[in-house]
């Protein structure tokens, strides 16, 4: 595609329940990156792909976040046990090789509210 | 650690007012600089980058920033905003060696008529 994809846009689920978001990056784009908006607090880093493999979660701030890529395209970003602390905008964005210094292209996000 | 540190939240302007959006960050190591900036119901996207060389970079819409070694700072600037500037502007740094891009708060800038 034209742009880096996410889906849902909208997500709304019970505190409790398992939720899966879904990045399409731009094709061609080794480095895919996750990154967290909440009001207030900007862009919380996640996780890191190169490839299919990820050199960085560091970001992840529990064990029941979870993120795999395959085939060096698709994304899945899995919530388990959602909380209601894990509403926010959930943002997804590759860059060409994962440089430093390279430009982010961002999907326009994925608003989870768990209720 | 690093982190990015915009001091301001919310900047509100005038329309043709000169505006500048604070940007200081804390690493050791060299850095590359960036700002960002989310237009309303859009997604991020690339305003600026400072990556080495001249300390003064310009994006294609006006905007500038200075890359100040000495006080840490990557502040943004226009000397004559429009309404279509309104926006959330973003400043992240990358520590050299990492690939991880660490984002300051943001900073909402609104301009009014």
């Known amino acids: 595609g034209a742009g880096v994809s996410q889906s849902p846009s909208n997500k709304v689920t019970e505190k409790g329940k398992d939720v899966e978001l879904r990045c399409d990056p731009i094709?061609?784009?080794?480095?895919l990156y996750w990154y967290r908006q909440s009001l207030g607090q900007g862009l919380e880093f996640l996780i890191y792909?190169?490839?299919?493999?990820?050199?960085?979660k560091s970001g992840l701030p529990s064990d029941r976040f979870s993120a795999e890529r395959t085939g060096g395209s698709v994304s899945t970003l899995t919530i388990q046990r959602t909380q209601q602390e894990d509403s926010a905008v959930y943002l997804c964005a590759s860059s060409l090789e994962g440089g430093i210094g390279e430009k982010l292209f961002f999907g326009s996000g994925t608003q989870l509210s768990v209720l | 650690a690093q982190s990015v540190t915009q001091l301001d939240s919310q900047v509100p302007v005038f329309e043709e007012a000169p505006v500048e959006l604070r940007c200081n960050y804390s690493?050791?190591?060299?850095?590359?600089l960036f700002w960002y900036v989310q237009y309303p119901n859009q997604g991020l996207q690339l305003l600026l980058k400072?990556?080495?060389?001249?300390?003064l970079v310009e994006s294609i819409n006006g905007f500038e920033a200075e890359f100040n070694k000495s006080q840490t700072s990557f502040h943004l600037r226009k000397p004559s905003v429009h309404i279509s500037d309104t926006a959330e502007y973003f400043c992240?740094?990358?520590?050299?060696?990492?690939?991880?891009?660490?984002f300051g708060k943001g900073t909402k800038l609104t301009v009014n008529p």
């Open positions: 094709s061609g784009h080794t480095a």
């Open positions: 400072y990556l080495s060389g001249s300390t």
């Open positions: 992240a740094v990358n520590k050299g060696g990492s690939e991880k891009l660490v």
């Open positions: 792909f190169q490839g299919n493999s990820a050199p960085d």
């Open positions: 690493s050791s190591v060299s850095v590359y």
